[in-house]
């Protein structure tokens, strides 16, 4: 039957798959070994697609689509995506960083992100589920030859007459709204590495999340503000997602695994939309 098997399919590739002439016990041909290289990738494949679809006929979701903070530290979600592609092997995911504020607009996402204390998460209405995952601590600072911390930065008023960096918050949900903004001037930036980067030159002063600036400060590259207007802050982060469109079993996972992180303070706040 094996035999069989095999000569029929020589028939039909066109080609010796195994050499019977030379040798007592038949062996592989180049040819051959190079089909049966092709077959195992085939067969590896078929298998994945069998476990994928169990997975999916049984309510797991074929793709997950997670948004998260840029206030979210790397430490954090490298230890919810490694545990997740460990658990969950046949879900496909789309990780996208947002800017603060920014919340879910995109069908059947999901979203980790920051939110405004005394304004809440109420902002984004009914249809929105809101899930408390730990905090970030948020730093004002600015370079050390900065005005404001050659000058006295504690009086009151006085971060007002000096341009403030800030982070763009383009989502129509906050549309007409502004966090933390304290000054008069305003520069507006799409991610936190170039205002980093704006600072250390000293150009203009700004809140940063600690985890990101404590070895800056600690070498003295740039100086923690001790302003009225601005003090250091904790941001809340929460998990939201559409009511309508809860989260599969993997969705669930990883929104269980960002509350284990904040429950044995390993968190720092924004928002996360899955």
């Avoid at 005394?118 to 601590?137: F, N």
């Avoid at 969705?251 to 284990?260: A, K, Y």
């Amino acid at each position: 039957m094996i035999s069989y098997a095999i000569a029929n399919l020589e028939q039909q590739l066109g080609l010796p798959l195994f050499d019977r002439e030379t040798t007592r016990r038949a062996q592989l041909t180049e040819a051959g070994a190079a089909v049966l290289a092709e077959a195992r990738t085939v067969s590896h494949s078929l298998d994945a697609l069998r476990a994928k679809v169990g997975s999916m006929l049984s309510g797991l979701e074929a793709e997950i689509s997670i948004a998260v903070s840029v206030l979210m530290p790397g430490d954090r979600l490298v230890d919810v995506l490694t545990g997740f592609q460990a658990r969950f092997s046949t879900v496909a995911l789309r990780l996208e960083c947002r800017g603060v504020g920014r919340s879910p607009t995109i069908r059947h996402q999901r979203t980790i992100g920051h939110r405004d204390r005394g304004r809440g998460l109420g902002r984004y209405g009914p249809a929105i589920e809101q899930i408390s995952v730990g905090d970030v601590e948020m730093l004002p600072v600015a370079a050390p030859e900065h005005p404001l911390v050659t000058a006295d930065a504690e009086t009151p008023g006085s971060a007002r007459d000096h341009v403030q960096l800030v982070i763009a918050d383009r989502t129509p949900l906050s549309e007409g709204q502004e966090f933390g903004i304290v000054a008069t001037r305003t520069w507006r930036l799409s991610d936190l590495s170039s205002k980093r980067t704006l600072l250390l030159a000293g150009i203009g002063w700004g809140t940063m999340p600690t985890h990101l600036v404590q070895a800056d400060i600690d070498a003295g590259r740039l100086v923690e503000l001790h302003m009225p207007e601005a003090t250091h802050r904790r941001l809340p982060f929460t998990a939201i997602y559409r009511a309508d469109k809860p989260p599969g079993p993997a969705g669930c996972w990883l929104i269980q695994r960002f509350v284990e992180q904040s429950s044995v303070g390993t968190g720092t706040g924004s928002s996360a939309s899955i």
